[in-house]
């Protein structure tokens, strides 16, 4: 079992026992220590309207027209906004799920938040004010569009104000670390006092767009962060264009494809406190040549930015940094504070948000609707039922799948988007209620609904979040208008892409037909234990900078292993050592998934285990049976001593990198194709535990058709050149992992 369910379901049981006497001394923040936890169980659900942008009676705010401001200006700003409902007109629960008090609520304050503002380039009209999640931007295909991205964000240390001050960053983890204090607290993290509190200078932030086929220059990678006063920056800053020491100037090409991409803050070790800040947006690029024919529009297509927070009982956001009572933010404390005083392993909130807004309504007609899913979460999955109304998948991620795919749920990972068409024709009058069934941390954490477990009496264990099993409501009760003339995705033929999708997988757990496979890249994921629980998660056993890894470092003298030739196909083989899932995201390149197979999870992690060196080394002492060499890199040379394979469809003699030993003798059999809403184009996909995730990767625009049984290895596709500039990254899409150690960089190469 996972040792970390038992750490916070644990907790979770005090709290449902004595939440009456611990609430008042409940706190989060280092800086603000007054703050107090309001359970989540005391807030009113369906109490809040769905925020909506874009035309239609229920749009807050119309989206941005990229098409028509292709310069634009983006400050990343503090704010407010209204978010929990006014208890003088919606009373909040006088009890929590156990039956006892929830604090009195006479009156809560607007949430301060951080957020992206948006003006046209010149500055001189704002297209939309601060909101969280940010007012969406369209853009169109093959029309760029140019943004200065303004850092405006105020700190604690100038301004007490900021919501720096309740929302903490680790000074001992790896991060962007703009006063220079880091290598002293990552290698001693008790030799200074500031290693020990959070961070309150000048905040670092870099926008990444995720899902863009953008040149790395403007990707917004962990290390091109800056800050908003005092002109300092990352590494890997760039600017299209000459800017103000709090700005940078990024292009996007808009040549791919057209999908649901969305932008967010990628600061290196900030990206968790940043994004549950408010930093978050929708980026809808359309191509209406490409596109397909007459989805539900205008008011009937609407986005939906799903997350999970606490709040405080003045309604601000509520960030666990372990200050407060272990039990009282439901995430306990750090599993080890004499190495990370402040870092939390995965995020667990007790509040649903929506679009900002908490288990909220949505009056709709009865006909169909398009809704573009996004999970915005920290660490929380979601296995969305939208009762009785049917419900097809259109899309993935950034890309449409081929035709429509009747799904019962809508499974989706943080960083992942869902596209679907809901049909409430027909349920005029009624309600549906949006559930959720997945425990966080998935597949065996807390639980929104009752499940199975001999642990419990009985051998069925009661929710340990019964209100996370709620997501919003839809009421089928706002009259029709004219009627109903979007493609109906129940009928053959209609929702379809225009063009198919360029294959590189049948869709059904096979390599497409001449399919040429340039490398296989076996790596792993693993994760460390300190004395308390979870210290570190890392991408093949890797440091983020790869220097760090004696076995990485052996072989790449600036620790990058990852490097991919342009217009190459790879087939990854990512190999899940821990116990949770992982959604795991690559910039610029998309993939298809080409399955999953469940692997002997007691007799490999040893096999791997016993390849490390034998000899004791200061990063390789074998006092673990299973973790001898914590961070060391992978067990092998990365090159595999020359390994070599022949893939399933035939082709012989294919390189083998990555440094881990084969599964050859360890697989268990029937590999599960993906889910057909899943089996196009990806950039985030979920590696299961106890599986290796096989995914081929390919290093050319989507759209590029495929040569038969020829390598496009060496050739650029892209329209700009994917080998200049710092390079990308790819990591775990579970923010608190990604900010501590379980992301890589990687490079183009020619």
């Not at 990343?76 to 929830?102: F, H, I, T, W």
């Not at 009982?313 to 960030?319: E, K, N, R, S």
């Not at 949770?580 to 490999?604: C, K």
Request: aromatic share 10%; hydrophobic share 35%.
């Amino acid at each position: 079992m996972n040792g970390r369910k038992y750490l916070i379901w644990g907790a979770c049981l005090v709290l449902l026992a004595g939440m009456a006497m611990i609430v008042p001394a409940a706190s989060a923040s280092t800086n603000v220590p007054t703050q107090s936890w309001l359970p989540g169980e005391c807030i009113p659900q369906f109490a809040t309207s769905l925020p909506v942008f874009g035309p239609g009676p229920n749009a807050a705010l119309p989206r941005v027209d990229a098409r028509a401001n292709p310069s634009l200006l983006v400050k990343m700003v503090q704010s407010s906004r209204e978010v929990l409902p006014d208890p003088q007109q919606k009373p909040y629960n006088p009890k929590d799920n156990a039956g006892l008090a929830c604090p009195a609520m006479t009156t809560v304050l607007p949430t301060t938040i951080w957020a992206y503002e948006i003006w046209n380039g010149a500055g001189t009209t704002q297209l939309a004010p601060a909101y969280w999640p940010a007012v969406t931007v369209e853009a169109r295909r093959f029309v760029p569009t140019t943004v200065k991205y303004e850092n405006d964000l105020p700190d604690f240390a100038s301004n007490i104000t900021s919501l720096q001050g309740l929302i903490s960053v680790d000074q001992t983890i790896h991060w962007a670390d703009p006063l220079g204090t880091m290598m002293t607290c990552m290698d001693n993290p008790q030799a200074a006092p500031e290693c020990s509190r959070p961070y309150t200078g000048p905040p670092p932030a870099v926008p990444h767009l995720h899902g863009g086929e953008v040149p790395s220059q403007f990707d917004g990678g962990p290390e091109a962060w800056w800050t908003p006063t005092g002109g300092l920056r990352g590494p890997a800053y760039n600017s299209f264009v000459p800017a103000a020491y709090n700005q940078a100037v990024y292009r996007y090409p808009n040549a791919q494809e057209p999908g649901t991409l969305w932008f967010h803050d990628h600061a290196l070790g900030a990206t968790r406190t940043n994004v549950y800040s408010g930093l978050e947006a929708f980026y809808f690029l359309r191509d209406p040549a490409t596109e397909p024919k007459n989805l539900p529009s205008g008011a009937y297509e609407i986005e939906m930015a799903v997350q999970d927070r606490q709040f405080d009982t003045t309604g601000q956001l509520f960030f666990p940094d372990g200050t407060g009572n272990p039990v009282s933010n439901l995430n306990g404390t750090p599993p080890n504070p004499t190495v990370h005083p402040l870092w939390i392993p995965e995020f667990a909130g007790d509040v649903v948000v929506v679009n900002g807004s908490p288990w909220p309504v949505l009056k709709v007609e009865p006909r169909r609707y398009r809704f573009r899913i996004l999970d915005g979460s920290n660490a929380r999955f979601y296995n969305l039922n939208f009762g009785s109304a049917p419900v097809y998948a259109i899309g993935a991620d950034d890309a449409y799948i081929d035709k429509p795919v009747k799904i019962t749920k809508v499974f989706i990972a943080p960083g992942e988007r869902a596209d679907v068409i809901v049909d409430f024709t027909g349920l005029g009058g009624q309600s549906v209620t949006v559930t959720n069934d997945a425990p966080i941390p998935y597949p065996m954490g807390l639980s929104p609904v009752p499940f199975s477990d001999p642990m419990c009496a009985g051998g069925t264990c009661p929710a340990d979040q019964p209100q996370m099993a709620s997501i919003m409501r839809f009421d089928v009760t706002a009259p029709m208008v004219g009627t109903d003339t979007s493609c109906n995705p129940s009928v053959v033929g209609q929702c379809t892409r225009v063009s198919k999708t360029v294959r590189l997988t049948n869709g059904l757990g096979n390599i497409a037909p001449g399919i040429k496979v340039d490398r296989v890249r076996r790596v792993v994921l693993k994760e460390h234990q300190g004395p308390g629980g979870p210290l570190e998660v890392l991408v093949n056993n890797t440091k983020w900078d790869g220097t760090r890894s004696p076995g990485i470092a052996a072989d790449f003298a600036d620790g990058i292993s990852e490097k991919p030739r342009q217009g190459s196909v790879e087939l990854w083989e990512i190999i899940n050592l821990t116990m949770d899932a992982h959604p795991m995201h690559t910039h610029l390149a998309q993939f298809q998934i080409l399955n999953r197979e469940s692997y002997d999870s007691l007799t490999y992690p040893a096999a791997w285990a016993d390849a490390f060196p034998k000899a004791p080394t200061p990063t390789c002492d074998r006092l673990d049976p299973l973790n001898p060499c914590p961070a060391y890199g992978p067990p092998l040379p990365y090159n595999n001593n020359g390994e070599t394979t022949t893939l399933p469809n035939g082709q012989t003699g294919v390189p083998v990198v990555g440094g881990n030993p084969s599964l050859a003798g360890y697989l268990l059999g029937n590999p599960a194709a993906p889910s057909p809403d899943e089996a196009g184009w990806k950039d985030t996909a979920k590696a299961m535990p106890g599986q290796v995730l096989r995914m081929l990767v390919r290093w050319t625009p989507t759209s590029t058709p495929v040569k038969p049984n020829v390598t496009l290895a060496g050739q650029n596709y892209y329209p700009f050149d994917p080998t200049s500039g710092p390079g990308y990254v790819w990591h775990c899409h579970i923010i608190d992992h990604e900010d501590n150690e379980m992301m890589r960089p990687y490079k183009v190469v020619k």
